[in-house]
């Protein structure tokens, strides 16, 4: 069994401009996989070149097996959800799901069946004459959504889909996205900025930045175990503490402390200790429980945020941030309270660049 | 302080009541109209007024001496409409317009496509390539066209170079076609540009991502969404091919006399000015008649 994408060496120029530099991809079948990335990483780029909007300037690209590298759209068995869902605005609804398989020549009355089950199964029967300009965000996204699937794609390629939604309306896809992902077993691909939904909906993330492929893990391990800064810092919140690595279990901090950070880096290697914001804690000073390790600071500044707090700490050498947990009876120190920060050596993981 | 909160309170009481909300329309209404004043009153005096005396005209008589009575008003003129010589020529000129107008669409569609999809700077060049015929009196450039298109001219001279034998295109209806294809095609493709540079290019791909090759996708998204270019750009280029003058005139001698010319000498030549004007008038309101219609199916179909 051949995996479902599969990018070797994928290389996309425009002009001058490097878009997507020598990746290597998998993407198994029955996968959710998410590329996540800032703004002009070449996720999106990625993506099209998979649906065949773009062509690789060098490199192979299978599908299920078959190279596609310059193959047009129409002839891959892969569709895509847009961005803003780039919907026909001369289409009612029926017509824009059924557009698909008019096209790859199924009969007028099957494809309307087809596409009516559909929109059905998305939640918008009885919708099937309205114009997609006469809906809102939501609707129109389950319309590109029915319109895609109903052609029954070995590969769903999602371009930020839920971008353009509010909050609440966000989740809520989110869980119907994954949900219908398990249910059509088939693999989603999908791009997005936001860590967040990245690791709420993905099987596997891909950390893309300035072209490169930085990490391809599971969301615990690319949050756990980021391989580098760029990563621990684009995924969740994170403190930085610079310093060098003494041996392979110490780091001597920008400020001459030791801490506990075990690491396979060469000593004298210049290195970050990541440390996630609640995975520490603010102690009374000189207080640190046993087998824990500690800097000291002062309370800087108090953010509530109903659920936690976050703290900014102020070291001798920088700022850190610390998230406790809102429980009640916590105790709450006020600004300029002397206090240590301490933290399980497992809770940390050592970056380089 | 009293003295600030008050005048508040009181706009907080007008704000709420119909007759504010009425009397603010009103006004907004009537700056509109002062703006549009010098155009209202151009029209009447431009358009208004000379239709209505060829109205008047189009139902007076012919006097012996080549004048027109304003009297002994009959509907003479429109009965000699029907005579097959005015038919003949008036479905000649609506086929030459008709023609015209696909030849244009047809050329025209993919240019303006090509410009849409280019890159500003390109756009903006090509742009005033498109326009730079006007710089030139229409005249002027019908008359390039009669140098062309002469017998001892550049066209010929190459068609006989090349062996296809001696051809004469001057005084044909095909130097009409071509003549009137080169004076409006810019007409066509002006808006076509604009209708089609308007569309979001992602729902091209999207129709080609769900397995549309490239000329079902230009049936289905492209073609039906560019509508109101096509319409536009149709009617701006076969309502002035109708009523052709000049083109016809000078390239299209005389066994080819359109509606235009026809017009004119009954004007100059024949002095039977109520037949003229009926003749114009009917033109007119088949025109209107036509453009009505066709933005009704258009707006229908968008």
């Known amino acids: ?353 | 302080m009293t003295a600030v909160e008050a005048p508040e309170a009181d706009e907080e009481v007008l704000e709420v009541t119909p007759e504010f909300e009425a009397a603010a329309e009103r006004q907004e209404r009537r700056r509109g109209f002062l703006l549009a004043l010098p155009e209202f009153g151009y029209l009447t005096l431009f358009f208004a007024v000379p239709l209505v005396i060829v109205v008047v005209y189009s139902f007076a008589t012919r006097n012996r001496f080549g004048g027109t009575d304003l009297s002994g008003w009959n509907v003479d003129s429109y009965v000699k409409l029907a005579e097959p010589l005015v038919r003949e020529i008036f479905f000649r000129s609506v086929w030459l317009a008709a023609l015209t107008t696909v030849i244009c669409l047809v050329i025209g569609y993919p240019f303006a496509y090509y410009l849409a999809t280019r890159s500003l700077r390109v756009r903006n060049v090509m742009l005033v390539f498109v326009m730079i015929p006007f710089w030139t009196n229409f005249l002027v450039r019908n008359y390039a066209w009669r140098v062309i298109l002469g017998n001892d001219g550049p066209l010929t001279k190459t068609t006989e170079f090349v062996g296809l034998g001696e051809h004469e295109y001057l005084f044909t209806q095909t130097a009409v076609v071509l003549g009137l294809v080169y004076g409006f095609l810019p007409f066509m493709i002006l808006p076509l540009y604009a209708a089609i540079e308007r569309i979001d290019r992602r729902l091209l791909e999207a129709s080609r991502d769900l397995y549309a090759n490239g000329f079902q996708s230009f049936r289905h998204v492209l073609l039906p969404l560019s509508m109101p270019g096509v319409i536009a750009g149709s009617i701006l280029c076969f309502i002035p091919s109708l009523g052709a003058y000049v083109t016809p005139e000078i390239l299209g001698g005389a066994k080819t006399t359109l509606l235009g010319s026809y017009i004119v000498t009954q004007f100059l030549t024949a002095r039977n000015w109520p037949f003229g004007a009926a003749m114009s008038f009917v033109l007119m309101a088949i025109m209107l008649a036509a453009t009505v219609v066709y933005f009704r199916k258009g707006g229908r179909t968008l």
């Open chain 1, 1 to 353: 069994m051949s995996a479902a994408v599969e990018l070797t060496a994928i290389t996309k120029r425009f002009g001058d401009v490097v878009a997507v530099d020598a990746i290597d991809l998998v993407i198994e079948d029955g996968e959710f996989f998410a590329l996540l990335g800032p703004s002009g990483c070449g996720k999106t780029t990625t993506l099209r070149m998979i649906a065949g909007l773009d062509f690789p300037t060098e490199g192979s690209l299978k599908i299920f097996g078959d190279e596609v590298g310059t193959l047009p759209p129409n002839k891959r068995p892969v569709n895509t959800v847009f961005q803003n869902y780039a919907l026909f605005p001369h289409m009612n609804v029926l017509d824009n799901v059924a557009f698909g398989l008019k096209m790859s020549s199924v009969g007028k009355a099957e494809a309307r069946a087809a596409a009516r089950e559909m929109i059905t199964t998305v939640q918008l029967a009885g919708l099937e004459a309205r114009r997609p300009t006469q809906m809102s965000g939501g609707q129109q996204q389950r319309v590109a959504l029915a319109r895609a699937l109903v052609n029954r794609p070995k590969v769903l390629l999602l371009d930020e889909p839920l971008g353009a939604l509010d909050l609440k309306l966000r989740q809520e896809m989110q869980g119907e996205l994954k949900r219908l992902q398990e249910e059509l077993g088939i693999s989603f691909v999908f791009v997005t900025h936001d860590q967040e939904e990245a690791l709420t909906m993905s099987d596997r993330i891909a950390v893309m930045n300035e072209g490169r492929l930085l990490q391809v893990a599971t969301p615990e391990e690319i949050y756990e175990k980021p391989v580098n800064r760029f990563v621990a810092n684009f995924i969740g919140q994170t403190n930085l503490l610079e310093g060098t690595v003494e041996n392979h279990d110490t780091v001597c901090l920008a400020n001459g402390a030791r801490v506990a950070a075990p690491s396979e880096h060469a000593t004298g290697t210049a290195v970050a200790v990541s440390l996630r914001p609640e995975r520490a804690h603010i102690r009374d000073r000189g207080d640190i429980p046993p087998g824990e390790t500690s800097v000291d600071g002062i309370v800087e500044r108090i953010t509530y945020l109903g659920n936690a707090r976050v703290y900014d700490i102020r070291l001798d050498w920088m700022t850190m941030e610390v998230r406790e947990e809102n429980r009640p009876g916590m105790q709450v120190c006020e600004p300029g309270t002397d206090v240590s920060i301490s933290w399980d050596p497992s809770a940390i993981s050592v970056v380089t660049d």
